[in-house]
């Protein structure tokens, strides 16, 4: 079945950097595009960004676009987001997404805390 695993959160101060990792199996990796969610404490879950199944296209959220950066390695099933200048504002798990067959399947989040 689709599994989603992420990865890569943690603790960082206001203007620090992650990368978060989101391993995935049980589907056609190279033939899916993917994306990354995020929800924060008493918030609905929300849109960060996405690629093409091939990586030639990506799109962001208003609020991550200049900071964020989405891409994908075919060859390892993963899919990546590199966080630059982070935001007491971008605490939230973060959750990988894709849907195939029909269906949408969520990792089960990885949280990114920004707090000095």
């Known amino acids: 079945q689709v599994q989603l695993v992420e990865s890569g959160g943690g603790l960082v101060q206001p203007g620090g950097s992650l990368r978060l990792s989101c391993a995935a199996s049980?589907?056609?990796?190279?033939?899916?595009?993917m994306s990354w969610y995020r929800q924060a404490p008493g918030k609905e879950r929300e849109y960060v960004a996405h690629i093409t199944s091939v990586g030639s296209s990506t799109n962001y959220a208003r609020s991550v676009k200049g900071r964020f950066i989405i891409s994908r390695d075919n060859a390892k099933n993963t899919v990546y987001l590199q966080m630059n200048s982070l935001k007491p504002e971008d605490t939230a798990v973060y959750y990988c997404?894709?849907?195939?067959?029909?269906?949408?399947?969520w990792g089960q989040g990885t949280q990114v805390t920004v707090s000095s």
């Open positions: 997404y894709v849907r195939v067959y029909g269906l949408g399947s």
């Open positions: 049980g589907f056609t990796f190279s033939s899916a595009a």
